[in-house]
């Protein structure tokens, strides 16, 4: 038995193969996206992934009977795949534009140095995301959509922005879940006030 404070060395190869993995991953700090940020600068994916991560914890007590490391761990690989090909804005996205089985196969890229383990796994979270058929992976396609359309009406965006853009955007995903369908009241109430600016 190991004592948790004292674990065994990670085999070399399983290590070199998490750092690569982890290096790749790192260009997701320079993936732009189509919002900016309130200071007016573009956002990245990371910066997306991170405050969607934030959102969810802070609705941790709304949840209750989800499983909540899940639901994060969904939501960090989420747009893991955007290090390879970059983002499609979501003015730019339509049903039938190919984004999933694209991003799908820049995950198999960027997954590709991972242990046979950890590939699966993170394969399989994407997978799921992707199907949002489980409670948690309906969470995260709804809360995505949320903190895309919040940055949208906070951001400094160029001066043609189409904020009516939000009022549509993720429908279908935020009405899956009371919670999202709640939260999408008052995001919809800040686009409103932001387009009568």
């Not at 993995?21 to 900016?36: I, M, V």
């Not at 969607?52 to 989420?78: Q, R, S, T, Y």
């Amino acid at each position: 038995m190991t004592d948790a404070a004292n674990p065994p060395p990670i085999a070399e190869d399983r290590l070199a193969g998490i750092i690569t993995f982890l290096q790749a991953a790192e260009k997701l700090k320079d993936t732009l996206r189509s919002g900016c940020t309130s200071g007016g600068r573009p956002e990245s994916t990371a910066e997306h992934s991170w405050r969607l991560c934030l959102m969810v914890l802070m609705f941790e007590k709304e949840l209750a009977g989800c499983d909540m490391l899940k639901l994060v761990k969904l939501c960090i690989v989420h747009d893991l795949g955007e290090a390879i090909s970059g983002d499609v804005p979501a003015t730019d996205q339509s049903p039938d534009d190919g984004k999933a089985e694209r991003e799908r196969a820049d995950m198999e890229t960027l997954a590709a140095s991972l242990p046979d383990d950890l590939r699966r796994d993170i394969m399989a979270l994407w997978d799921e995301y992707d199907g949002a058929a489980t409670p948690e992976a309906i969470l995260a396609k709804g809360f995505d959509k949320l903190e895309t359309m919040l940055q949208h009406a906070i951001g400094q965006n160029r001066a043609d922005f189409d904020y009516a853009f939000n009022l549509g955007y993720g429908v279908t995903q935020t009405e899956r879940h009371p919670l999202t369908r709640q939260i999408r009241v008052l995001v919809d109430a800040a686009t409103r006030d932001r387009m009568a600016r």
